[in-house]
Nanobody
Framework: QVQLVESGGGLVQAGGSMRLSCEAS????????MGWFRQKPGKEREFVAR????????LYTQSVEGRFTISRDNVKNTVYLQMNSLKPEDTAVYYC?????????????????WGQGTQVTVSS
């Protein structure tokens, strides 16, 4: 079992920055692919970014490319999502997810473990 706990959400003005953290416990994550997803009110959960266990391969959804950066610290068992140039449309609950192996997972259905989510609100 893997437990994931997100932190770092809150309220920020448009154009600002915020860093989300996801700390894992239960197992070391060096063999897991880690992902960030978000869910806007009334919408389905959507892929934001993922990073493979080596940290050398990252993938982003087009709307955050160049603004968000996903990274991981396998020693600390923590994954980060640095969000810059935030826009009101980035407002959502952000979830951290983990899954064993690297299959290019971008669907929420492909991830076995989830955090509880953290609210990010970007004001205009």
């Amino acid at each position: 079992q893997v437990q994931l706990v997100e932190s770092g959400g809150g309220l920020v003005q448009a154009g600002g920055s915020m860093r989300l953290s996801c700390e894992a416990s239960g197992r070391t994550l060096w063999t897991y692919t880690m992902g960030w997803f978000r869910q806007k009110p009334g919408k389905e959960r959507e892929f934001v970014a993922r990073i493979r266990w080596t940290g050398t391969s990252r993938l982003y959804t087009q709307s955050v490319e160049g603004r968000f950066t996903i990274s991981r610290d396998n020693v600390k068992n923590t994954v980060y999502l640095q969000m810059n140039s935030l826009k009101p449309e980035d407002t959502a609950v952000y979830y951290c997810a983990a899954d064993v192996g690297d299959r290019g997972q971008t669907s929420p259905l492909e991830y076995a473990y989830w955090g509880q989510g953290t609210q990010v609100t970007v004001s205009s």
